[in-house]
C-alpha cells in the first residue's frame, strides 16, 4: 500500500480544491470599535485528492491543517475558493446538503478520549451514524452492522456492550473509525488520528487504515505533523506554512529530493535512528517565528525565516509551480 498511488493521470480527482480562503473574524481591536481584526487561517490553497489516494498533510501547529480538512467537510465557513466532490461544487453546502454529504464523506478525530462520549456505550457510539440516516430503524436493527464493523477494525464483536472507559487510546481510535465507516463513505479526513497514541500504537492503526483503504477503495487526507507516519501512508503530500501549501509533491519525491527551504528544514529535524548517519547530517535552521495570522506580510509567508530571501520575496507572494513531474513548490529562489 506505500507504493505509487492509485490514480492514474487520466483519472477525475474524487476531492478538487481551488483557491480555498478561510478567514476568521477576531472581533475589534480595543473596546471603542477599533479596527476589525481578521485571522488570515487559510489563503489560496489548493489541491486534488483522486479515489484510493492519501494525500498527507503537514505542518507546524496553527499552519491552517486542520482547517483545511473541516473547510472540506463544511464544518468551518469558506471565505473565498471552491471545493468539488465527485464534480459537484459543495463550497457553501447548506445544512442539508452537508447532512447528505456525510455519508461519504466522514472525519477521523485526533483524540480518541475527547470524541467519544463517556456515557454511551460502544454500540450506541458505533451505531449513531445509521441511527441519524435512517439506515436502521433501532439499536437492535444495527447490532449485527455494529458488530460486523467492530470485528473490520480489529475489535471483537461483544466490546459493543462497553463503555470507552474500558479500552486503550488505540482501541478507542479503532472504535472511532469503525464509527467513521458505517455509512460506507468514499472520503476520510483524518484530523491527527495518531498523535495522541502512544509509539507502540501508531503503526497499528496506520497500517489498520491502509487495510481499509486497500479493501474499500477509501481516499483520506492525512494531517498530521509526524513526517514518518506521513512518509507511511502518503501517496502524495502538501507542505503548509501560515495558511500556504508551500510544496506538493510525490511522497518520495518531498523525502529525496525537497525543493522549498521549508521543506528542507523540516526534514531535516527529523532524527535518523543511525548514530554515525545523525551526527554527518547537515541540518537547516530558520531562527524566528511564523508570521502572526491577524497580520500576515505581503509576498511570501516564509520570507522572515528564510535564508534564501530577496526583495522579490518581500514584494509578491509565489505561487505552486511545477519543478519536475510530479513536484510543485512556491518559491522564486529555489
Known amino acids: 500500500m506505500t507504493g505509487q ?101 466522514q472525519l477521523v478525530f485526533q483524540d480518541p478520549y475527547a470524541s467519544l462520549n463517556p456515557r454511551m456505550k460502544i454500540i450506541d457510539i458505533v451505531a449513531e451514524p445509521l441511527l441519524v440516516h435512517g439506515v436502521v430503524k433501532n439499536i437492535r436493527e444495527a447490532a449485527k452492522e455494529v458488530a460486523r464493523l467492530l470485528e473490520l477494525v480489529g475489535l471483537p464483536p461483544d466490546a459493543g456492550a462497553r463503555y470507552p472507559h474500558a479500552f486503550s487510546g488505540g482501541q478507542r481510535q479503532r472504535v472511532g473509525i469503525a464509527r467513521a465507516l458505517a455509512l460506507k463513505p468514499r472520503f476520510i479526513v483524518a484530523d491527527e488520528p495518531v498523535s495522541a497514541l502512544d509509539v507502540s500504537i501508531r503503526a497499528q492503526v496506520v497500517n489498520l487504515m491502509q487495510d481499509l483503504q486497500s479493501q474499500f477503495g477509501l481516499s483520506y487526507l492525512f494531517i498530521a505533523h509526524d513526517l514518518a507516519v506521513v512518509r507511511h501512508i502518503s501517496h502524495r503530500i502538501a507542505i503548509m506554512y501560515a495558511g500556504n501549501i508551500v510544496e506538493l509533491a510525490d511522497r518520495d519525491l518531498i523525502y529525496d529530493a525537497p525543493v522549498h527551504p521549508y521543506t528542507r528544514a523540516l526534514l531535516s529535524a527529523v532524527p535518523v535512528p543511525d548514530p554515525p548517519v545523525q551526527r554527518a547530517r547537515q541540518r537547516i535552521t530558520c531562527p524566528g517565528e511564523p508570521p502572526n495570522p491577524l497580520n500576515p506580510p505581503s509576498g511570501c509567508r516564509f520570507q522572515s525565516r528564510c535564508p534564501y530571501v530577496t526583495q522579490t520575496c518581500r514584494d509578491a507572494a509565489p505561487v505552486l509551480t511545477q519543478r519536475r513531474s510530479g513536484q510543485r513548490a512556491a518559491c522564486w529562489n529555489c
Open 5 to 105: 498511488a492509485h490514480n492514474r493521470p487520466g483519472d477525475s480527482p474524487l476531492v478538487a480544491v481551488k483557491d480555498l480562503s478561510v478567514l476568521f473574524d477576531a472581533g475589534r481591536a480595543g473596546f471603542w470599535g477599533g479596527k476589525r481584526l481578521i485571522v488570515h487561517a487559510v489563503e489560496k490553497v489548493s489541491f486534488d485528492i483522486h479515489p484510493g489516494e492519501t494525500l498527507g498533510l503537514v505542518g507546524e501547529s496553527g499552519s491552517g491543517k486542520s482547517t483545511t480538512g473541516r473547510a472540506i467537510l463544511g464544518r468551518v465557513p469558506v471565505s473565498e475558493g471552491q471545493i468539488f466532490f465527485q464534480g459537484k461544487e459543495i463550497t457553501h453546502a447548506g445544512k442539508n446538503q452537508v447532512r447528505e454529504l456525510s455519508r461519504d464523506m
